[in-house]
């Protein structure tokens, strides 16, 4: 067996621990959210799982129901941040997912009207499962830079423009729901998709077909919606 070694890098001198630098990060993720909301988040050291849950009327929406919920999984000589699931949480300001740390494997911020540029090198290298649908996220989209793990990506109903490029997705990736953006192209293209895909869904306004760049790759085309 090969030793391993858990090398930690920050800038923060106050941070010398595991546990502190999760609980740093997260101070960073929802740095710039409204405090009475942040108050209501416990950042404090030992960093434990958060479960916030509440129905009413927030703001001018509709009434709904806000769900908050932060998971640590017990792993040899620490707990990690394995899952960060907000939903519903609107007008509150944008939290920083630049700041996750890099072992959470599961990750929804959903109906939240969250506006920042999305840049996919920032998400979790761990992320198996990622949902962001229905904000307002903006920017390009560069699924060649995807977590090597990831299963599960849900961007629609965003704002994203530019082109989609369906090269080179990672091997493990069975959904990609990017629909409802406001992609300008009028094709996408699509060449050899890894075996593990099982659906996706580019839909928007201005795509009307979806193209395989040979024949060799048409029986592909049912696993588009």
């Known amino acids: 067996m090969f030793p391993s070694v858990f090398l930690l890098l920050t800038v923060d001198p106050h941070v010398r621990t595991i546990d502190q630098l999760q609980q740093t990060l997260l ?37 709904r129901d806000f769900e908050l ?40 911020v959903s109906h939240c009207k969250q506006s920042f540029e999305l840049h996919t090198r920032c998400f979790p290298r761990d992320s ?6 229905s904000n307002a996220i903006y920017g390009s989209i560069d699924l060649q830079n ?21 090269f080179a997705l990672p091997d493990t990736l069975r959904e990609l729901n990017l629909r409802a953006n406001d992609f300008q192209q009028k094709r996408v293209y699509f060449g050899e998709l ?12 201005y795509i009307r077909e979806v193209v395989p760049i040979s024949k060799e790759y048409k029986e592909k085309i049912s696993v588009f919606e």
């Open 146 to 166: 995807l977590p090597l793990k990831i299963e599960y990506l849900v961007l629609n109903e965003n704002r994203l423009r530019g082109e989609i490029s369906l």
């Open 27 to 63: 101070v960073r993720v929802f740095e710039y959210i409204e405090v009475e909301f942040r108050d209501r988040i416990p950042l404090t050291l030992p960093v434990t799982d958060v479960a916030f849950y509440e129905g009413g009327t927030h703001f001018l929406s509709a009434p």
């Open 69 to 108: 919920l932060v998971s640590l999984r017990k792993t040899p000589g620490f707990k990690k941040i394995w899952k960060l699931r907000m939903v519903n949480w609107e007008n509150i300001g944008n939290i920083q997912l630049d700041f996750l740390p890099q072992t959470v494997t599961h990750l929804e």
């Open 194 to 205: 890894p075996d593990s895909i099982r659906r996706i869904s580019v839909k928007s306004r």
């Open 128 to 133: 198996k499962s990622i949902n962001l649908r």
